[in-house]
């Protein structure tokens, strides 16, 4: 088992995300395609005054399988780096010089399976006390 922090895009159906040339992230993809991934949003306590044990959190994640394939045409390249452009900036129409397309790796996980869980306290309300 392994944990890579990355930044990613996602479709509706797949993630996507990039790498360098070499490394350990290629050595552990290249070794078995069958991944996890794990999102959450920013978790925030949620403290009680009186009592330590009804401290909570309030909390979102999304916990997922999949197998991941490199994208290897130049088109699907880009279009996975669009993607993850996407994500994070809100639009598309990205350019992508040549040659930071030659010292990149493009990544598809294909999803298998996913499970979202959210606290019953929400991020809304005031802390208890």
Known sequence: PY???LCFGYD??????HTGLRGRKIEYLEGNP??????ESPSRPLPHQGLGCKWSFAYRSVIGTGTVRELRLPEERASGLERIMLQYSGRSG????PNALALTRVWRIGIHSLTGRQSKRGWDEEPAT
């Open 3 to 5: 944990l890579v922090p």
């Open 34 to 39: 069958r991944v996890c991934f794990e999102f």
């Open 12 to 17: 509706g159906t797949a993630l996507f995300f």
């Open 94 to 97: 990205w350019e992508f010089a």
